[in-house]
């Protein structure tokens, strides 16, 4: 019945693609998982080749292979690309001397990656569409990085998720779940926001404001209180 769908405006799409893509999308959400320590050590090797000074300042000397690999599986884990590991290990460079915790490695490698963080999120007219969230939500989820920063979101209040989901199910009702829209929260309160909520709405995106380009103009559509 193929030509008569196409006759009918319908659009068709065969059996390959149509696994393909769902398969992408698999791979693509659990990215993190198969990110093992040899794939790191092979993704690093390759960038050896091209800038060695560059690999041979962080590794072993600043970061071992396991903590690199945990701060890009956090990465990736929020969908975000590291085929620019020339960004990523410069910013490692950086950042390490000054702490060796995963989540203030994590928002510095985003913030170095801002501009192919925040490009996917763009309307159609270039414009970025989020909802803000009020002071005390972010204060709280700030106030969740205790005195190890841990990655660890059951420091957040047990409402605190209660809380924005209901805010945003009254914005956008139960579409949250398979289009969510985009929040704003301060980093690093913005890592741990994004772990409580992943569970409930795992394709939400949660931006630090610092993160996004400033020729990027950006519209308000709600708030979440």
């Not at 990465?75 to 590991?85: F, H, K, T, W």
Request: hydrophobic share 45%; charged share 20%.
């Amino acid at each position: 019945m193929q030509a008569q769908a196409l006759a009918a405006g319908y659009v068709v799409v065969d059996h390959t693609s149509a696994l393909a893509t769902h398969l992408g999308e698999v791979v693509k959400q659990n990215a993190h998982l198969l990110l093992t320590r040899s794939e790191t050590k092979r993704l690093i090797d390759r960038l050896n080749d091209s800038h060695p000074k560059l690999v041979e300042e962080l590794l072993p000397k600043l970061m071992t292979l396991g903590e690199i690999q945990k701060v890009l599986q956090q990465v990736l884990r929020e969908q975000v690309s590291i085929r620019d590991m020339g960004t990523i290990l410069e910013t490692l460079v950086e950042a390490a001397p000054l702490s060796k915790n995963t989540v203030l490695l994590v928002e510095a490698v985003r913030h170095a990656l801002s501009r192919a963080v925040v490009k996917p999120l763009l309307d159609e007219k270039g414009e970025l569409k989020v909802v803000t969230l009020d002071r005390s939500i972010e204060e709280e989820c700030t106030r969740a990085l205790n005195g190890q920063a841990s990655a660890n979101p059951a420091a957040l209040q047990p409402n605190t998720a209660r809380r924005v989901l209901d805010g945003l199910r009254k914005l956008f009702g139960d579409q949250i779940v398979n289009a969510p829209p985009i929040l704003l929260c301060q980093s690093p309160g913005r890592f741990h926001l994004r772990r409580l909520l992943e569970p409930f709405a795992p394709k939400i995106v949660v931006l630090a404001p610092t993160e996004i380009p400033p020729a990027v103009p950006v519209q308000s559509i709600g708030a979440v209180l």
